[in-house]
């Protein structure tokens, strides 16, 4: 999932992988993460704000760092923004806590949509799904597959 958010950052002409990048990434690539968000004309809603970035939405964000001051900001060799980085390892702590090897796409799912000034928030809202309620859902899912 992040080589695709890789290639779709290089596409874009982005520095970075962003939380905007993963998530779309997921969308493309995890069932399971396309139906947390359950009405499929959000999820073509979703991909459609994506897929603009990089031909009008999105334009302000590029040249810049994604740094939604949840954690303070990293420089380092991954190529994520801070927030991103932050993510995947709050994704890894997520698995480790549901005793998972590696994290899961839902793992990934979760951590940007828990971080209320990441860019993949902002591209939810936009598309109509909110935040809390899909972070609902995604706690529901994985109870029921547990039990």
Aim: no cysteine.
């Amino acid at each position: 999932m992040v080589v695709a958010a890789r290639r779709r950052a290089v596409r874009d002409g982005d520095r970075q992988i962003d939380t905007a990048h993963l998530l779309h990434a997921l969308l493309e690539s995890d069932p399971e993460v396309r139906a947390a968000i359950g009405d499929r004309r959000k999820v073509a809603r979703l991909l459609g704000y994506l897929v603009q970035r990089s031909i009008g939405y999105g334009l302000r964000w590029q040249s810049s760092v994604e740094d939604s001051g949840a954690v303070p900001a990293l420089r380092g060799p991954s190529g994520l923004s801070p927030a991103a980085a932050e993510a995947m390892a709050a994704a890894r702590r997520r698995a480790r806590r549901g005793r998972r090897g590696a994290a899961r796409g839902m793992d990934v799912l979760a951590a940007v949509t828990g971080d209320p000034g990441s860019r993949a928030v902002e591209v939810l809202r936009r598309a109509g799904v909110e935040p809390a309620v899909l972070l609902g859902r995604i706690a529901l899912s994985e109870y029921l597959t547990r039990y």
